[in-house]
């Protein structure tokens, strides 16, 4: 989501943006621990963390994390766009700019 390759932070068991929503939204400590030991299960072998990756990212995608994500990407655009229109300057090329950032996928 934003602008690293798929797996990265999964691999390594990183506390993303991602990570830390979906724990938020877990309905049991359970739920939380079963996701945490995958996570940080290591994973050994091109497979297994194929294996990892799959499962986090459908946990992610049963509790609509990306939507979560995107949402609030959205608000920092919007936050960032307000602050711009206050500012005694012209900004549309770095609206522009970023603007573009927002529409790339990688």
Sequence with gaps: ?????IGG???????TFMTVAALQRMASEAERDAFLSV???PAEGSEAEEAKISHVIACYRRLNIPAV???????????????????NADTSQLWEYAVSLLKRKV
């Design 39 to 41: 996570l940080n299960a």
């Design 1 to 5: 989501v934003f602008g690293k390759g």
């Design 9 to 15: 932070g999964i691999r390594g068991g990183k506390r």
């Design 69 to 87: 994500a995107d949402r609030r990407i959205q608000d920092f655009y919007e936050e960032a766009h307000e602050i711009l229109g206050k500012l």
